[in-house]
């Protein structure tokens, strides 16, 4: 009987044939030839290191690609709307001391207009929809000012007058006349624009000239219909946002600030926007998209 042996030999395989003869005298075993197989061996060994090394490379794109993507996803929104971003201008000063602001963004010398956020103090639902109009992309040529609060002592203090007690939406020059006295909700003032933040506005809007003012207000939930030249933006803003066009009535409507914008200015439109009692996300976000609809029919 013939048997070959392997011997494994420094790394390498060598194979020792050998002869082997089975007799009764004994078994012996002479070597026939050798052959080394190691570089066989070493290249399935080197096969081995090339697929160890195959590994890290194979991972390395898994590993950059959310690198790659951040840049991407947050671009939008790193770059939607600050590029047109003209700064803000303090306007004036309520009774107590606080300043009247109003943010600048879009096209200098385009179509201006402004929105009022707030002139009765409780009535806030407003500044939702203006935070939104920060950002959002503007329909070109539009030169936009927000105004969060035209009575910032009343918002402060969530209550509808400003420091004096006075109601502002009845202290406009236009038509003024002497409602109520000091504590009742009505109450106009001393006398016409006899308020400093009545006055600060009437300066301000004398200078730039909005061609559309709008204002915020609660809870009534309507705009007030109008045959006038703002007609048709009043029917579309309420189409846009589900607003019913109804009169507002159960006041005394005389100094108020969106007829005088529109008396005074020329050829201006101006309009009041009832909210409901809250105002959700959502919501803010259609009324602030409805604004720049009617802006287009500027």
């Known amino acids: ?38 570089p066989t061996t ?4 080197t096969t081995l290191a090339s697929t160890t090394t195959v590994g890290p490379t194979t991972q390395a794109p898994t590993t950059q690609a959310p690198t790659t993507l951040v840049p991407t996803t947050l671009a939008p929104t790193t770059t939607a709307a600050p590029s ?36 009765h103090g409780n009535e806030n639902a407003g500044l939702a929809i203006l935070e ?3 950002t959002m992309p503007l329909p070109p040529n539009t030169d936009l000012w927000l105004m969060d609060a035209m009575n910032p002592d009343g918002l402060a203090n969530d209550v509808r007058h400003n420091g004096n007690g006075v109601d502002l939406n009845r202290n406009f020059p236009h038509d003024w006349t002497q409602i109520a006295e000091p504590g009742v909700w009505e109450y106009s003032g001393t006398g016409p624009a006899s308020e400093p933040e009545t006055q600060a506005f009437i300066a301000f809007s004398e200078r ?9 207000h609660q809870d009534l939930y309507r705009i007030s219909p109008s045959n006038r030249s703002d007609g048709p933006l009043r029917q579309r803003y309420a189409e846009l946002t589900g607003l019913p066009i109804i ?12 007829t005088w914008v529109r008396t005074t200015v020329p050829d ?19 009324h602030a998209r409805a604004v720049l609809d009617i802006v287009t029919m500027v």
Do not use: K, N
Not at 4 to 27: E, K
Not at 269 to 278: A, Y
């Open 247 to 258: 009169s507002v009535t159960g006041g005394t409507y005389t100094g108020v600030a969106a």
């Open 132 to 134: 939104q109009l920060r």
């Open 268 to 286: 201006a439109m101006s309009f009041i926007i009832e909210l409901g009692p809250t105002l959700a996300a959502d919501e803010a976000v259609v």
């Open 84 to 119: 047109d971003y003209l700064g803000e201008e303090v306007i004036g000063y309520s009774v107590q001391g606080r300043p009247i602001v109003a943010s600048h963004r879009g096209t200098p010398g385009g179509t201006v207009i402004l929105i009022v956020g707030v002139i």
């Open 42 to 45: 070493l290249a399935t060994t």
């Open 208 to 216: 730039i000239r909005p061609a559309l003012t709008l204002w915020y």
């Open 1 to 38: 009987m013939r048997i070959s042996l392997a011997v494994l030999v420094a790394g390498g395989l060598s194979l020792v044939a050998c002869s082997t003869s089975t007799s009764g005298a004994g078994t012996t075993m002479s070597p026939i030839a050798s052959t080394t197989s190691a």
